[in-house]
Nanobody
């Protein structure tokens, strides 16, 4: 199994920056696609950023130009750099990876526990 531990959330003023981290551990043969989701209070979880195994990225219009997704394969860690934060970015952020636990196992989705980001105006 793959375990994901997120960190880096917190309280920040509008216009500020945060970097979220998502560290994977456990049985990891390969981590393929990675993504970050946000879930605001009372709303559904939505995709904000993703990266394929080839490195292609995609962003929600609401964060384009402000958020950057990246990965450090040597550390099995995924990042979300968030700049120019706005109060509407306030949400719990979840990382998700598509990974193989073993060489001949099928890919599966693994989720982090979520980290709270609060942006004050």
């Amino acid at each position: 199994q793959v375990q994901l531990v997120e960190s880096g959330g917190g309280l920040v003023q509008a216009g500020g920056s945060l970097r979220l981290s998502c560290a994977a551990s456990g049985n990891i043969f390969s981590i393929n696609a990675i993504s970050w989701y946000q879930q605001a209070p009372g709303k559904q979880r939505v995709l904000v950023a993703s990266m394929t195994s080839a490195g292609s990225t995609n962003y929600a219009d609401s964060v384009k130009g402000r958020f950057t997704i990246s990965r450090d394969n040597a550390k099995n860690t995924v990042y979300l750099q968030m700049n120019s934060l706005k109060p509407e970015d306030t949400a719990v952020y979840y990382c998700k990876v598509v990974a193989q636990a073993f060489k001949f196992s099928v890919e599966d989705d693994y989720w982090g526990q979520g980290t709270q980001v609060t942006v004050s105006s």
